[in-house]
């Protein structure tokens, strides 16, 4: 692992990052919203790290889904109220704040979506 900077990477991370944002403030249904933003956070999270990082790409894409994967358990485990964040519109949305297995189903699909982001 080295760390580098790839504008590649810095480009599709702002693209996705304006379209998370456009998909929050604005989308408001049962599909796109739920399913695709979170295909899209994988990606995003992806994105962020190869800007700086010049990696095994699989093993970087494996790393971002195992994470995404802790945060949807713990949000099972409702840690937005541990954290004191239940009140905030901001972080609960975020963080997210309840679990299900159709989000574990989007991350694994972003996660598809990573493995064909080589370089």
Known sequence: ????????FLFIFIAI???EILIAKYLH???????GGDVLVVVLIYAFLRIFLKTNYKKLALGVLIFSFAIECLQGL???NWLGL??????????GTYFTFYD????FVGYLICLLLKD
């Open 29 to 35: 249904d049962a599909y796109i919203r739920p399913f």
């Open 86 to 95: 239940a009140d905030n519109k901001f972080w609960s949305t975020v963080l």
């Open 17 to 19: 990052l304006i379209i």
């Open 1 to 8: 692992m080295k760390l580098t900077f790839n504008s590649k």
């Open 78 to 80: 409702h840690y937005v």
């Open 104 to 107: 574990l189903l989007a991350y």
